[in-house]
């Protein structure tokens, strides 16, 4: 079964509002989670490494100050989409690797749907 | 620096129809590679994995050896189906640079009944 939860699947907002998403690990601690977009030819982009306990490491280009981060427990990451406008449509995805395994591999969430009007 | 590259899409192919999708990679350690598999609308799914040189990981009739000496990972399939329609994407990760994933840029199959 899934061992990372991510929701809502879809979420339709109108331009300027905020959209929090929320990735959850199931049966493990992750210190670490991983936000992902994936734009429409199907290319996945880093956007940033959700750290428990501190601050988000975001990939270059990606504007932190609109892209929250917030990983508040072991289990729980937060992205909140700022003033969200129509060029921030896109799929985001989550993942977490179960912590002490180096060649373990990524779970994913079955990601978000954001729509922007 | 690590990369992926794999084979550009979309592929279609009949039902039965022998698949292969290539992948290679550049890395500077020795990485654990993987093959995810995204049905429409949905994240990934790990298909597949392969630790070390020679290993052969295999899933749901879908198969990929690790080729050091040619640096690939090539997914191949014998008898497709309407079901494994779908974006595969090639990965590693490798542990000189802290275990970070890389992804390739994902291939589209199609399978036509």
């Known amino acids: 079964g899934a061992v990372v939860s991510q929701h809502p699947s879809r979420v339709i907002c109108k331009s300027g509002t905020s959209v929090k998403i929320e990735c959850r690990s199931l049966?493990?601690?992750?210190?670490?989670m991983f936000w992902y977009r994936q734009f429409p030819k199907q290319s996945l982009m880093l956007m940033a490494t959700?750290?428990?306990?501190?601050?988000?490491?975001?990939e270059q280009g990606v504007e932190k100050d609109k892209f929250l981060i917030n990983h508040a427990s072991l289990t729980l990451s937060t992205l909140t989409v700022t003033s969200a406008h129509p060029e921030d449509s896109s799929f985001y995805i989550c993942?977490?690797?179960?912590?002490?395994?180096?060649?373990?591999?990524?779970?994913f969430g079955n990601g978000t749907r954001l729509t922007v009007t | 620096g690590d990369s992926v590259t794999q084979m550009e899409g979309p592929v279609t192919l009949s039902e039965e129809a022998f698949l292969t999708i290539n992948c290679t990679y550049t890395?500077?350690?020795?990485?654990?590679l993987f093959w995810y598999v995204q049905y429409p609308g949905e994240g990934l799914q790990l298909l597949l994995k392969?630790?070390?040189?020679?290993d052969k990981g295999s899933n749901k009739g879908f198969e990929a050896t690790y080729r050091k000496e040619t640096t690939s990972f090539h997914l191949e399939k014998g008898s497709v189906q309407v079901s494994d329609s779908a974006v595969y994407f090639c990965?590693?990760?490798?542990?000189?640079?802290?275990?970070?994933?890389?992804f390739g840029t994902g291939t589209s199959l199609t399978v036509i009944p």
């Open positions: 890395a500077t350690g020795y990485p654990s």
């Open positions: 959700s750290n428990e306990g501190s601050k988000a490491t975001y």
């Open positions: 392969a630790t070390k040189a020679d």
């Open positions: 049966d493990f601690q992750a210190t670490t």
């Open positions: 993942s977490a690797r179960r912590p002490g395994q180096g060649d373990s591999p990524l779970h």
């Open positions: 990965a590693l990760s490798d542990r000189n640079t802290g275990n970070q994933f890389y």
